[in-house]
């Protein structure tokens, strides 16, 4: 029987596996004898059966060492687990100081000018520490229990003012822009460290730091409005405006994180 080479070289595999005696195994051998590239073909063949035939007979894992395969990888997902919180929680503290900070320089630098003018510094001053200590409250405990003070600080820093002049909508539409920018430029980044889990509670803490940066930012208006001295400009477009920024803050927390799933801790 005589084969052709390339059918030999294309089914050395299917050749090598068939029983010693079988006459088609037989004459593809015998062919080899003289032919090298089939020779190397069959031996390809046979080393390819040999090492499926070693595999087919491997023992399966023994249940021992499964269990404690599986053990390994929980303990490690354990401790990437609290590697990542306890990240996020050294972290934090930059995040309280940050802010703070923030606001301290944003009042200082908007106000450095009118530092001369007397008694208003020392009241704007107070209410810019206040609305510092209220977002450092927020962020350090994650309530919004401190915001309720943000009204009443508002509405009282508002009646402080003096003057027979009106309410002056023309000064007043730039304060009340002022007061939307301040809240917006401290909200935008929070939402950015909220997703990186260094804000704990975002839906309580940033409502409380929105309104406390409006507040901050009505201290700065106390010494730089461009309004003339009047006892109905700070109610109008001072006070108002933070009342409303901080509902506002209440409806957009409530849209961007009540919804969101809480990560899951793992715990060994």
């Not at 006459?23 to 089939?38: I, S, V, W």
């Not at 599986?70 to 990542?84: I, K, P, S, T």
């Not at 107070?126 to 915001?147: E, H, N």
């Not at 007043?172 to 822009?177: E, F, I, Q, V």
Request: hydrophobic letters at 50%; a positive charge.
């Amino acid at each position: 029987m005589k084969t052709p080479c390339a059918e030999i070289q294309r089914e050395a595999a299917g050749l090598a596996s068939l029983q010693a005696d079988d006459p088609e195994r037989r004459a593809a051998f015998a062919h080899a004898d003289a032919c090298a590239d089939c020779a190397a073909a069959l031996a390809e063949g046979g080393a390819v059966l040999a090492v499926m035939d070693v595999a087919l007979r491997s023992e399966a894992p023994r249940p021992e060492a499964l269990a404690r395969a599986r053990q390994r990888l929980a303990l490690d997902e354990a401790a990437r687990g609290h590697a990542v919180p306890a990240r996020r929680a050294r972290a934090r503290p930059v995040v309280v100081a940050s802010v703070a900070g923030v606001l301290l320089a944003e009042w200082a630098l908007l106000t450095a000018r009118h530092w001369t003018s007397g008694r208003g510094v020392v009241t704007s001053l107070m209410l810019a520490l206040a609305a510092t200590t209220i977002s450092v409250a927020a962020l350090r405990f994650g309530g919004i229990s401190a915001v309720m003070l943000v009204p009443v600080l508002s509405l009282g820093s508002a009646v402080l003012g003096g003057g027979d002049a009106g309410p002056q909508p023309g000064p007043g539409a730039r304060c009340a822009l002022e007061l939307a920018l301040a809240t917006t430029l401290l909200l935008v980044p929070l939402v950015f460290a909220s997703r990186r889990g260094l804000v704990p509670q975002p839906e309580k803490v940033a409502p409380t730091l929105g309104a406390a940066a409006a507040l901050n930012m009505q201290a700065v208006l106390q010494l730089g409005c461009h309004a003339e001295p009047s006892s109905l400009h700070p109610l109008a477009f001072h006070a108002a405006p933070v009342i409303l920024l901080s509902a506002a803050c209440f409806v957009i927390a409530k849209r961007l994180f009540s919804s969101r799933p809480r990560p899951t801790r793992i715990v060994s």
